[in-house]
């Protein structure tokens, strides 16, 4: 490891860092803060390129729509094997596989023709790369890195995506516009290349890889010795086992189906079927995708506050008051007449709600089941999150071909989160290690 140019380069950083008085988790969360932003702006580009491949292929809305749901579910089911390899393998090593693939898929559907097709590239090969990317990248680096300000390192680790919506989204509609999806997709493999690049520069699987303490810790941690058993053992082993036993009780069902609502009423709707339903009020994809971001400014500012929040007080009644306020914005869309006070009024209200279920969720999951499992159980979670994403993409395109409108999936969309705020407050109070839920919880 001596000889590693990289590991070098990371022991300058870190002594750079320490001169200054920061921790070298920050360098680590700054490039999977990019890493998450640029498979951000993978997973939203459909939404940005559903009518042109209408308009070349004639393909329809559910048609397209099926493709899109394979992506989503496989999206949130390697979530729990994507924890289990990083555990296993590192981090660096996965995300630079999941960078690979996900480019892969994309420069392979520049020739694509048909809707199968369209099926692997976009729904297999793109949805088991960003998989290894999602959510549980950013739990497992601030869970193995932070000890203190970890709420507030998921809540900006996850904001990323809402920061990939607004600098990739609106570029990406003017690139199609201009120039057509394939270029589009250019320019989503060179940011994709650029973020490969940090990886290799600068993240490492853990602290003591550089002979450091986690932040907020005075010792470092002792890295599993053997890749055994557990959290640490086979791949599949490790994530079914915390299945099995994460599935044995209450709260982990709780958590998943509020996650699955949670899905479903942003990634599987507003993500991929905002754009054409705007397009159906005579609101181009440009202006569509420039209400995206204005969303993802506002997501970025409520999940970072969310994970600030989430450090100090009961995650469920933050829960309650984020699925709640979610609900009503989205019943409330269909009333907004889609003018620029009613999308504007829209974009503030939902976007600061966006994701900001995230940081509370991965606080509950680690109080309950501790921090070395942590990030298998969130997969496990995050599958929900996707299944819900996944039915919910299918639904909203069926009903728009069927029904010639996007509205009942919206209705229903938000009748669930008000269902998922109730469900929410029925766990207990939680108190890992004796400390009440109102202070800073230690997980």
């Known amino acids: 490891m001596a000889t590693d140019p990289t590991l070098r380069l990371s022991d300058a950083v870190a002594t750079g860092f320490a001169r200054r008085g920061l921790h070298y988790g920050w360098a680590v969360a700054g490039v999977t803060f990019l890493t998450m932003l640029v ?11 559903i009518l042109p491949l209408q308009k070349e292929f004639g393909w329809d809305t559910a048609t397209i729509g099926s493709a899109l749901a394979v992506r989503l579910v496989l999206f949130g089911l390697m979530g729990p094997f994507a924890a289990a390899l ?4 590192g981090p660096r090593r996965i995300v630079l596989l999941a960078l690979g693939l996900i480019a892969g898929g994309l420069l392979a559907s520049l020739g694509m023709t048909q809707v199968w097709q369209l099926v692997l590239l976009w729904g297999v090969v793109v949805g088991i790369g960003t998989g290894l990317t999602a959510l549980v990248l950013g739990a497992t680096v601030a869970t193995r890195w932070f000890s203190r300000s970890r709420g507030l390192v998921v809540g900006l680790l996850t904001a990323s995506s809402a920061t990939g919506q607004l600098v990739v989204l609106p570029l990406l509609a003017a690139l199609t516009e201009a120039l057509g999806w394939r270029a589009a997709l250019l320019v989503i493999c060179g ?3 650029a973020a490969g690049l940090g990886v290799v520069a600068l993240m490492r699987d853990r602290p003591e890889d550089l002979g450091l303490a986690p932040y907020g810790e005075t010792r470092p ?7 055994g058993s557990g959290a640490t053992g086979p791949s599949a082993h490790g994530a079914l086992s915390a299945l099995r036993d994460a599935a044995g009780t209450r709260v982990f069902w709780v958590l998943f189906a509020t996650f699955f609502i949670c899905g479903a009423s942003t990634n599987g709707l507003i993500q991929t079927h905002f754009i054409p339903l705007c397009a159906d009020y005579g609101i181009g994809p440009v202006q569509g995708a420039s209400v995206l971001a204005a969303m993802g400014v506002f997501d970025f500012i409520g999940t970072v506050a969310s994970g600030w929040l989430s450090d100090r007080y009961d995650n469920r009644w933050l829960l309650f008051w984020y699925y709640g306020l979610r609900g009503l914005s989205l019943m409330f869309l269909p009333f907004s007449d889609f003018s620029f006070v009613g999308l504007s009024l829209f974009a503030v209200f939902y976007g600061l709600d966006w994701i900001a279920t995230v940081p509370p969720t991965v606080r509950l999951t680690a109080a309950r089941f501790g921090r070395e499992r942590a990030n298998l159980v969130f997969g496990w979670v995050f599958a929900g ?3 819900g994403a996944a039915t919910i993409a299918y639904g909203a395109g069926l009903s728009r071909t069927e029904l010639a409108t996007y509205l009942p999936a919206f209705f229903a969309a938000g009748a669930l989160c008000l269902a998922a705020a109730g469900l929410i407050l029925t766990l ?9 839920a109102a202070t800073p919880a230690r997980a």
């Open 221 to 227: 941690t002792v890295a599993p010795a053997t890749p």
């Open 428 to 436: 207990g109070r939680p108190a890992p290690q004796g400390v009440p």
């Open 39 to 49: 498979t951000a702006g993978a997973v939203g580009a459909p939404g940005v390129l």
């Open 191 to 193: 940011l994709l290349l």
């Open 385 to 387: 999150h996707q299944l």
């Open 86 to 89: 990083m555990n296993r393998y």
